[in-house]
C-alpha cells in the first residue's frame, strides 16, 4: 500500500505538466514573406518557484548556500545568469529553427530581419530531482511580434505556459539542464504551431 501510494506520487509529480498555448497563431501570416525573423529574450520580470519576483529567488538561495560556504552562493548566482546565453537560448533557437521546416531563419542580432519575436519569460519553476523524488521544470513565456524598425508596432502575441523541462534518460539532476530542455520544448512546440497554423 504505502508503495502505491510512493508510486502514485512520483507519478503525479512527474506527469502533471503540459504545455499549453494562449492565442491564435493563424493571424501570423505577416511572416508568410519573411526569410529572417530576429530574437530577443527578455528576462525582465518573472517569477521563480514559490517566489514572485527572480531576486527575490536568487537572494533567498545565495543566502542558504553561503550559510554552507561563503563561496558557493557567488558561483551559482554567475552560473544561473550566464545560463541564458550559454544554454536556454541557443537551445530554444536551435529546436524552433528545427520545426519551422527552413521557412526562415531566425536568429538573435539579425539586425537586418524585418520583424523581432520577443521571447517573454514570465514564470520559470526549476523542478528538482532527488534521486527517488522528482519535479519537472517548467516554464511561462509569451511570444510576441513586432516590427524591428518600429517596436511600438505589435504585430501579434501569443502565450505558452509550463513548457516542461527534464532530461530523457532520468540524469538531470542540474537545474540548468532542467531549464534548458524546457526553453528547448519552447522552441520545438512554437515552431511546430506556427508550421501546423499554416503561416507560411
Known amino acids: 500500500m504505502i508503495k502505491t501510494i510512493f508510486l502514485l506520487t512520483i507519478l503525479s509529480i512527474n506527469f502533471a505538466v503540459a504545455q499549453k498555448f494562449d492565442g491564435n497563431a493563424k493571424k501570423f501570416t505577416f511572416l508568410r514573406n519573411a526569410e529572417e525573423l530576429n530574437i530577443e529574450y527578455d528576462y525582465s520580470n518573472f517569477g521563480v518557484g514559490k517566489f514572485q519576483t527572480e ?9 542558504d548556500l553561503n550559510k554552507k560556504d561563503p563561496s558557493r552562493g557567488a558561483l551559482w548566482k554567475t552560473k544561473w545568469e550566464g545560463d541564458r546565453d550559454n544554454r536556454f537560448e541557443p537551445n530554444f533557437q536551435e529546436l524552433f529553427n528545427k520545426h519551422l521546416d527552413g521557412n526562415l531563419r531566425a536568429e538573435e542580432g539579425l539586425a537586418t530581419a524585418k520583424y523581432t519575436l ?5 514564470y520559470v519553476e526549476p523542478g528538482f530531482h532527488a ?3 522528482r519535479k519537472n521544470a517548467h516554464i511561462n513565456v509569451g511570444f510576441i511580434f513586432v516590427e ?13 505556459t509550463k513548457a516542461p523541462g527534464r532530461g530523457s534518460m532520468g540524469t538531470d539532476y542540474d537545474t540548468g539542464y532542467r531549464i534548458e530542455e524546457a ?7 512554437f515552431g511546430k504551431l506556427l508550421i501546423k497554423s499554416k503561416v507560411f
Open 55 to 63: 531576486q527575490a529567488y536568487v537572494t533567498k538561495k545565495v543566502n
Open 183 to 189: 526553453y528547448a520544448k519552447a522552441g520545438k512546440e
Open 148 to 160: 524591428s524598425a518600429n517596436r511600438s508596432n505589435v504585430l501579434g502575441k501569443i502565450k505558452m
Open 118 to 122: 520577443i521571447v517573454k519569460t514570465t
Open 131 to 133: 534521486v527517488m523524488v
